[in-house]
């Protein structure tokens, strides 16, 4: 079965193959405080946003545009905040690490209660990815992984989890 059929060109005009099943292209956030969390990302990722309309701010992030709507306005509703994080593969996880400590954007937490796991801290994921997570000033989660520890569910990483979760 043959997946990619085409070539189509992305964000900042890089050939993009394209799969022949629908491919995601755009994650839009909600942004309470708009103006501080467009200022965030471009902090955080080094990227400067570009404002395609008023109110929304796109980020490009690689193949999937990261965008932000503004919910600081009355009459914008409320926003429904993403039910999990957006995970983000880093180069160079340690520099992102620094600019969200600066920035005061790890997360708190511990992962599963488990004090081996603090979310805020670089730790290696009982699913093999290498990672912290922030949040942003409109409270979305984020989280950075290592480039190359990333989790993306193949065969050989879900037999390794299952093998380490029956060990325990």
């Known amino acids: 079965m043959e ?18 099943v629908p491919a995601l292209f755009r ?4 942004a309470k405080e708009f103006r501080r ?13 570009r ?14 545009i990261l965008g932000l709507l503004d919910y ?17 593969a880093a180069s160079d996880l340690a520099g992102v690490h620094r ?10 937490e511990l992962l599963h209660g488990d004090p081996d796991q603090p979310m805020g801290g670089i730790v290696v994921r009982p699913w093999g990815e ?5 949040t942003d000033p409109s409270g979305n989660a984020l989280c ?5 520890t990333e989790f993306t569910g193949t065969a050989e990483q879900v037999a390794r989890l299952r093998d380490d979760a029956a060990r325990r």
């Open 3 to 20: 997946l990619i059929h085409r070539y189509r060109f992305g964000s900042a005009g890089v050939p993009m193959a394209e799969p022949a």
């Open 27 to 30: 994650i839009l956030l909600p």
């Open 37 to 49: 969390t467009w200022k965030f990302y471009e902090n955080l990722l080094g990227v400067p946003g």
């Open 51 to 64: 404002e395609v309309f008023p109110g929304r701010v796109y980020f490009d992030v690689g193949p999937v």
């Open 72 to 88: 600081s306005l009355p009459d914008a509703g409320t926003p429904a905040p993403p039910t999990e994080a957006v995970y983000f």
């Open 99 to 108: 600019k969200a400590t600066a920035l005061g954007a790890l997360a708190t």
């Open 130 to 134: 290498r990672s912290f997570y922030v």
């Open 144 to 148: 950075f992984v290592e480039r190359g």
